[in-house]
């Protein structure tokens, strides 16, 4: 890997927001996060832009599309990370961006993120 990738994790429960974190930080990648709300998510995005997002749909403070749009509109790569949709349902909506279904296994992230970055 050249240049580390810097990987945003906005999951509003901190336990699986913490491991995600570590997750990703432990397979060599800059970890943002985890940020529990939209807000702080946002906030975060204004000040450093990541290559890769891991979001899960539904934040402390509301859903996280427009985030995400936004995000895309500037080339982040995003991964959607939710127990409250269907990952058919959000790759239909956006057809650029991956899905995983919580719980998710550690290496199903990584790989996740590999794809991502693999394609683009």
Do not use: W
């Not at 529990?36 to 403070?61: H, R």
């Amino acid at each position: 890997m050249g240049r580390q990738l810097r990987v945003l994790v906005a999951e509003d429960e901190l336990i699986v927001g913490y491991d995600l974190c570590d997750t990703v930080a432990e397979a060599g990648y800059i970890v943002e996060g985890p940020f529990d709300d939209l807000s702080s998510a946002m906030l975060a995005y204004q000040k450093t832009k990541p290559d890769i997002a891991i979001l899960d749909v539904q934040l402390g403070d509301g859903v996280v599309y427009p985030l995400a749009e936004r995000m895309m509109a500037e080339d982040v790569k995003i991964i959607f990370h939710s127990g409250h949709m269907r990952p058919l349902d959000v790759t239909a909506r956006y057809p650029n961006a991956q899905a995983l279904l919580k719980p998710c296994p550690p290496a199903d992230v990584i790989h996740s993120i590999q794809r991502a970055t693999a394609n683009g």
